[in-house]
């Protein structure tokens, strides 16, 4: 009735050292159920992503993994990679169902779709890396319903958040700023490094183009915007070239100033 290396873990700690269920991957891997807190009446692209990959992750006992949509969003954002990850295919009075691909995708298939319908969370999918399935495994739009199966409400939220956050926990996950570190490069070789928190957002523009934009705000309330569209990049309004930086994500040059801006997380 307790998974064994939940066991093991508390067998570790002696006396008053207790082991503590205290974040969400925790409860969902040794399926505790929560009360309370983090209720949403929705599906969020952030939401169907994380139930996608706890899904898949608790069932092998992987715990501490990393997983951070914001962060993997951004991180493909550079190169123009990131749309694939959740999709929605369908959006009507009975739900909605998002077709996603795990960062674990690769030589092997792992994907899965994700659906709520009437307040119920439910997946299906299969992650080839560990050989594990959600619900009877593959799946499609079309026969989802009968391949699905219920996932606990605690997997629609990032695995490393703590239980005393989740009573806070923003159901629009995916339109949340990321925690970064920005640094400024000037051409003297003066540089300004600091913490600063970044959001992320992909619109289609008018003709058609695909238009990124990265928005960075500064401990001092400052911004630095980046965009693209197309081939064309800018940095706070003037035109600007892409360069990479050893240890940074992204460095864009400002052709006016000649100053790098460059980001890492």
């Not at 949340?176 to 992909?202: D, L, Q, Y």
Request: charged share 20%; aromatic share 10%; proline share 3%.
């Amino acid at each position: 009735m307790m998974k064994p290396d939940l066991i093991q873990a508390m067998l570790s700690h002696i006396g008053n050292d207790l082991y503590y269920i205290d974040t969400v991957e925790k409860a969902g891997r040794f399926e505790i159920e929560l009360f309370g807190g983090g209720e949403s009446t929705g599906l969020t692209e952030a939401q169907a992503y994380y139930a996608c990959e706890n899904g898949f992750h608790w069932q092998v006992g992987l715990i501490g993994k990393d997983t951070d949509y914001q962060r993997l969003r951004l991180q493909l954002g550079t190169n123009g990679a990131d749309d694939g990850i959740v999709k929605l295919v369908s959006d009507g009075p009975l739900g909605r169902l998002f077709a996603v691909t795990s960062e674990d995708q690769g030589y092997s298939e792992a994907r899965c779709l994700i659906g709520l319908k009437n307040g119920y969370v439910q997946g299906c999918g299969y992650n080839g890396m560990y050989n594990v399935s959600l619900g009877q495994g593959q799946c499609t739009p079309e026969n989802f319903e009968e391949r699905a199966q219920s996932i606990p409400r605690v997997s629609l939220f990032k695995p490393g958040l703590s239980l005393g956050q989740l009573e806070g926990a923003a159901v629009n996950a995916d339109n949340g700023a990321a925690p970064a570190t920005c640094a400024i490069f000037s051409a003297s070789g003066e540089t300004e490094h600091e913490k600063c928190s970044v959001r992320f957002a992909n619109s289609i523009s008018a003709d058609g183009q695909k238009a990124s934009k990265w928005e960075f705000t500064w401990p001092t309330g400052n911004k630095t915007i980046v965009q693209r569209q197309g081939k064309q990049l800018r940095i706070n309004g003037k035109e600007a070239s892409m360069n990479f930086a050893e240890g940074y994500a992204m460095c864009a040059v400002n052709a006016e100033s000649g100053n790098r801006f460059c980001f890492k997380f």
